[in-house]
């Protein structure tokens, strides 16, 4: 589990607060997210390892028998 790292606003700037903060949701689900990672990517930690789960296989390898290449 990550933290957020804390951030000192801007001198002169008014205070966040988290009303200001646009409401940002999953893209899968609809639930809103609450960490910076997830609204980077804008999907929630559940989906992510949902995704996770579903990625292509890795493939397998081959050798293949070759004449070596001249002046080698």
Same mark, same amino acid.
């Given at each position: 589990m990550t933290t957020e790292p804390e951030t000192t606003p801007l001198p002169g700037a008014p205070e966040p607060s988290g009303e200001? $903060? #646009?409401? !940002?949701? @999953?893209?899968?689900c609809g639930r809103p997210l609450r960490d910076r990672q997830a609204r980077l990517w804008g999907l929630g !930690? &559940? @989906? $992510? &390892?949902?995704? =996770? !789960?579903?990625?292509? #296989? !890795?493939p397998r390898h081959w050798e293949v028998e070759q &004449? =070596?290449? #001249?002046?080698m």
């Open positions: 200001d $903060r #646009p409401r !940002v949701t @999953c893209r899968m !930690v &559940e @989906c $992510r &390892e949902k995704l =996770a !789960v579903r990625s292509a #296989p !890795v &004449e =070596a290449l #001249p002046g």
